[in-house]
């Protein structure tokens, strides 16, 4: 079936440190990717996505690139800030599933001043 | 814009009690959904509608009900609570189209439920 796997965290870093976050997939598709981040207490918000082979999604600095060849949308940020100390998922849907969103486990992310 | 509403926000419950969770959103999107959120198993799909009157089971079903009689409201059901289902609930929504492909999704702010 359709899955996805991130690393496990938490991740703890110093802020300004360069942050990656890996994430791979299985699906029997052609799916759409996304992160989503979750602020403590909050609901989940879109981060980034793309939708097919080599379009590189970013926002607030993040950046991840979908590979098909590798099945990896791997999140990376060049300067992390306190501001982004949150939990944040790798996900992907596929429309013939009317949109259905596949979760890897998340990554907690601490970001230290 | 509202968005996705959940409510309530906290809810305890005993061991054997019913409950409805409400979710609502007014963006007209096709597609609803609802999760539940656990430590280190990221969101699992619970329920999911396509359309008014359209639901189907996700990966995790047993003990709920969904019904979808309008486009905006998405209640989830519970039938008779276990401490199994504590947990947090999430509902989301969002649509797709065929020159953007699926879009991202809205999130509640979730249901902090507790079973007792």
């Known amino acids: 079936g359709d899955s996805v796997t991130q690393m496990e965290g938490p991740v703890t870093l110093s802020e300004e440190a360069c942050l990656t976050i890996n994430c791979t997939y299985t699906a029997t598709g052609y799916p759409s990717l996304f992160w989503y981040v979750q602020y403590p207490g909050e609901g989940l918000q879109l981060l980034l996505k793309a939708t097919k082979a080599d379009d590189k999604g970013s926002n607030k600095g993040f950046e991840a690139t979908y590979r098909k060849e590798t099945t990896s949308f791997h999140l990376e940020k060049g300067s992390v800030q306190v501001s982004d100390s949150a939990v944040y998922f790798c996900a992907l849907s596929l429309m013939e599933y009317g949109n259905k969103l596949v979760f890897g486990a998340g990554t907690i992310l601490r970001v230290k001043s | 814009n509202a968005g996705v509403t959940q409510t309530p926000k906290f809810q305890v419950l005993k061991t054997g009690q019913s409950m409805t969770l409400q979710c609502a959103q007014d963006?007209?999107?096709?597609?609803m959904s609802w999760y539940r959120q656990d430590p280190g198993m990221g969101l699992r799909l619970i329920h999911y509608?396509?359309?008014?009157?359209?639901?189907d089971q996700g990966e995790v079903p047993n003990g709920y009900n969904v019904s979808r009689s309008t486009t905006e409201d998405f209640p989830l059901r519970l039938l008779s609570a276990a401490p199994s289902q504590t947990s947090v609930y999430f509902c989301?929504?969002?649509?797709?189209?065929?020159?953007?492909?699926?879009?991202?999704?809205?999130f509640g702010q979730g249901t902090r439920l507790t079973v007792v």
């Open positions: 963006m007209n999107h096709e597609y």
């Open positions: 989301a929504s969002s649509y797709s189209t065929l020159e953007a492909g699926n879009t991202e999704a809205f």
């Open positions: 509608s396509v359309g008014a009157g359209i639901t």
